[in-house]
């Protein structure tokens, strides 16, 4: 009886060892994600900041996926958290928000990693910058900002909502070299994102700003800054202000924002964050939010955008080179 006892339960085990379980441990099969974490490595209220929680309310609201948890992690122009994605490797349900200022950022910061050791899984939306003054600053115009600009270029101070290397760092140095000032002697202030830069702007404590104009909407809106131009080719729509060329300056510049996953992670993983960022493209709840924000479409999904991040990342070292800031 005994032996017949500890027979069964040999026999139990072994159906335990060999039969694989119904239900997994966390791994999900299904052919879309439930769940996923957005890393932002900038500090609220940034570009990455508004992009990535615009892209998650919207995929919420279109039932595209039931919960979506946005965190950030800033330092060292989005490095630290470019470090933490690439050490996540294999995780295929997490993404970061990134853009051209955590390209240049690599370089200026001479990072371990790169936007390349990443999987690359869609480029979103082009945005221009603006500069932008306090409602009571001096400067009227940008040519009463170039022209004290050219008198003292190391006394006007800049501010710009990314590191050295960054969309706001590399506008107005080209804006510099435009009006034939040495970029090397422009007074760069970096601000980790936009919403830190707004205080100074405000305040006075810098003579200008350069910044994404999705991020200044609400303060463009209420009157509390004043934008002297735009770094796009043509007019904003609700913006007030004139493109740089139309102010004689021969610089056009745009900005860019997408998403990368870890390295590492599986095609199926792949396929799916590929085909969420495509379904949200298609929504309305996405459409609206360009329209709102003053943002391009500029989707380029896959491995489409993972050749555009490599002609990037050759063209923002040749500026940086061809600036003498690198």
């Keep these: 009886m005994r032996i017949r006892n500890w027979l069964a339960v040999v026999g139990a085990l072994a159906v335990v060892v060999l039969v694989p379980p119904l239900l997994t441990s966390g791994a999900d099969t299904s052919s879309s994600l439930r769940s996923l974490r957005v890393l932002v490595p900038n500090a609220p209220g940034g570009g990455y900041d508004v992009t990535a929680r615009t892209a998650a309310k919207a995929m919420e609201d279109a039932e595209l996926i039931r919960n979506t948890e946005v965190f950030n992690l800033p330092g060292a122009g989005g490095t630290v958290g470019l470090g933490r994605t690439v050490s996540e490797r294999g995780n295929g349900k997490l993404v970061m928000s990134m853009g051209l200022g955590v390209v240049g950022s690599v370089y200026t910061n ?31 115009t940008l040519d009463d900002l170039v022209a004290a600009w050219r008198a003292d270029p190391g006394g006007v101070t800049v501010g710009g909502g990314s590191s050295p290397g960054g969309p706001d760092h590399l506008a107005p140095m080209l804006i510099a070299k435009a009006v034939g000032l040495d970029p090397r002697r422009v007074n760069y202030i970096p601000f980790d994102g936009g919403g830190e830069l707004l205080a100074s702007v405000l305040g006075g404590k810098v003579a200008f700003g350069v910044s994404g104009v ?13 934008v002297l131009a735009v770094t796009s080719g043509s007019r904003l729509s609700g913006v007030d202000a004139p493109t740089l060329r139309e102010s004689g300056v021969d610089v056009e510049f745009n900005n860019w924002r997408g998403v990368v ?48 991040l490599r002609a990037e990342n050759d063209r923002v070292a040749a500026v940086l080179k061809d600036l003498g800031l690198a």
């Excluded at 799916?272 to 500029?298: C, K, S």
Aim: glycine share 8%; charged share 25%.
């Design 110 to 140: 001479k990072a371990p990693s790169s936007l390349l050791d990443t999987t690359p899984i869609a480029k979103l939306i082009e945005e221009p910058d603006i500069v932008v003054v306090g409602a009571d600053s001096p400067y009227r």
């Design 214 to 226: 999705g991020e200044y909407r609400d303060q463009i809106e209420a009157g509390q800054i004043r």
């Design 261 to 308: 996953a870890p390295p590492g992670i599986s095609d199926a993983d792949r396929a799916r964050l590929v085909d969420l960022f495509t379904d949200l493209h298609g929504t309305p709840q996405w459409r609206e939010a360009l329209a709102r924000n003053g943002w391009t479409d500029a989707f380029a999904p896959g491995e489409e955008f993972g050749a555009f």
